[in-house]
Nanobody, 124 residues
């Protein structure tokens, strides 16, 4: 069973940057597509970005396109989310997710395993 651990969340002013990390345990990371989802207070989970197992394909939600960059380092079993030009509406708990499939995904239901989440708060 793969376990995921997120880190890098925190409090940042609008316009600032944060980089989230997701470290995966287990031997299947290199064959797993990975993604980030987020949940704001009182709202449902929202797709943010995903990346294929090899890292050559990535998808982004329209709301973060051009500001966020997803990447992965398979040698370190780690996925990243570089978040720039942060906005108040980016405030949420960010979850790392993965599935035992090579292809990147955008559907919440496609994920097989999840991290515990890391809080990102953007202030004015």
């Amino acid at each position: 069973q793969v376990q995921l651990l997120e880190s890098g969340g925190g409090l940042v002013q609008a316009g600032g940057s944060l980089r989230l990390s997701c470290v995966a345990s287990g031997r299947t990371f290199t064959s797993s597509a990975m993604g980030w989802f987020r949940q704001a207070p009182g709202k449902e989970h929202q797709f943010v970005a995903s990346i294929s197992a090899s890292g050559d394909v990535s998808y982004y939600a329209d709301s973060v396109k051009g500001r966020f960059t997803i990447s992965r380092d398979n040698a370190k079993n780690t996925m990243y989310l570089q978040m720039n030009s942060l906005k108040l509406e980016d405030t949420a708990v960010y979850y790392c997710a993965g599935r035992n499939n090579l292809a990147a995904f955008i559907m919440l239901t496609s994920a097989t395993y999840w991290g515990q989440g890391t809080q990102v708060t953007v202030s004015s």
